[in-house]
């Protein structure tokens, strides 16, 4: 496993989803845990150490309302982590912030509110960096993907 995404909320299962749907194209391995950083601390904390001793790089972790689980998270393990802002409250505004404003050297990386696929592929290209067959992937992607935007766009389009 080389991915681990965590989330604090059954209902915040198909937010998250996209996370997996991202991983899972590039066969990337990940595990999916939900655990409240408030409600259950002991259980996550000793998740992330399971998940570390297993070999996981990188975490995405998923909250909504305070979103503290990220923060959490990162305050504990020297692993990147990117935070996904869910949509609970306030349009998810207020998870953004919480997420986003970490207190100085305990960074979260964030992605848009509800956009857990992007944070799975921050997570794809972070773990490039010392996997050159995902790095090729990831770059034929980019390349499909542009060259399907012109086909579909590049005549212009009728309003």
Do not use: W
């Amino acid at each position: 496993m080389r991915v681990a995404i965590f989330f604090g909320s059954k209902s915040d299962t198909e937010v998250m989803r996209g996370a997996a749907n991202a991983l899972k194209e590039f066969n990337v391995d990940y595990k999916a845990f939900i655990l409240s950083a408030h409600r259950v601390p002991e259980k996550l904390e000793e998740t992330l150490e399971k998940v570390e001793k297993d070999g996981c790089e990188v975490i995405i972790a998923g909250a909504g309302l305070a979103a503290h689980l990220p923060g959490v998270i990162a305050s504990k393990t020297i692993l990147p982590v990117i935070g996904v802002p869910i949509n609970a409250a306030i349009q998810g505004l207020d998870s953004l912030y919480s997420i986003v404003q970490m207190p100085k050297a305990i960074p979260v990386a964030t992605v848009g509110i509800n956009n857990s696929y992007n944070a799975g592929m921050l997570a794809l290209q972070m773990l490039a960096l010392k996997d050159e067959k995902l790095k090729d992937k990831l770059i034929d992607f980019r390349l499909n993907m542009k060259k399907k935007f012109i086909e579909e766009n590049g005549e212009g389009v009728e309003l």
